[in-house]
């Protein structure tokens, strides 16, 4: 069975754009949680898709917004960048949630805004 | 919302020596307590969990312990070994909603 992925896995902005990252979850997984992490920060939680709605989402900006389609794929946007996205964005899969039981993490997609 | 504390930050053991990593969780709501294992440069990979329901857990050299009342839960490593080396998570979810609130992270090194 395929792992998650992520994509890109790395990538190189300006302050001010936008990038959209891209997750695909194990097959016949519904969750797809988005996760930001930094050195100073450790993982924070960004927010949770299920079956295309939005469960919860963390104490991040409006700047930060994802959706998720029907095959459980999910994208995470971010606009109008600061210095201070940069960091590894890290999405996980899980069967019925976050609450549930195990995630799989993909392996990331490291932004750099300069 | 939850706030999730983790001790200590960084700890070196030597090899077969346990390793103990603490942390307390501030929202009594809180009732799943998973924890993730991160090693360099790798994806983080659930190790153990535990629910409120429960008071210990037990996978093979790995042990979680959880203090209700205290509101605390730790992870005890036995017999520690080199490949033991990585990050290690605690975190804690809500029963009210699905957010999920990591630790800061503990470095661990195991010394051969």
């Known amino acids: 069975k395929a792992g998650v992925t992520q994509t890109p896995r790395y990538l190189i902005k300006t302050r001010g754009q936008q990038v959209t990252l891209s997750c695909s979850p194990i097959?016949?997984?519904?969750?797809v949680s988005w996760y930001q992490q930094t050195p100073g920060q450790g993982l924070q939680f960004l927010f949770e898709?299920?079956?295309?709605?939005?469960?919860n989402k963390g104490n991040f900006p409006g700047r930060f917004s994802g959706r998720q389609f029907s095959n459980s794929r999910s994208e995470m946007n971010v606009s109008t960048l600061e210095l201070g996205d940069s960091a590894l964005y890290l999405c996980?899969?899980?069967?019925?949630?976050?609450?549930?039981?195990?995630?799989?993490f993909g392996e990331g997609s490291r932004l750099t805004v300069l | 919302g939850e706030n999730v504390e983790q001790h200590p930050s960084t700890l070196s053991v030597q090899e077969g020596d346990s390793a103990v990593i603490k942390c307390t969780y501030s929202?009594?709501?809180?009732?799943?307590f998973p924890w993730y294992k991160q090693e360099l440069g790798k994806r983080p990979q659930l190790i153990i969990d535990?629910?409120?329901?429960?008071g210990e857990k037990k996978d093979q050299r790995i042990a979680v312990t959880l203090n209700k009342t205290a509101k605390h839960f730790s992870l005890h490593i036995t017999e520690t070994q080199p490949e033991d080396s990585a990050v290690y998570f605690c975190?804690?979810?809500?029963?009210?909603?699905?957010?999920?609130?990591f630790g800061t992270g503990t470095s661990l090194t195991v010394i051969p």
């Open positions: 898709y299920f079956s295309e709605t939005q469960r």
């Open positions: 535990i629910r409120s329901n429960v």
């Open positions: 097959s016949g997984h519904r969750s």
């Open positions: 975190a804690a979810i809500l029963n009210t909603g699905n957010q999920f609130y």
């Open positions: 996980a899969s899980s069967v019925a949630g976050v609450s549930t039981g195990e995630l799989f």
């Open positions: 929202d009594s709501a809180s009732n799943y």
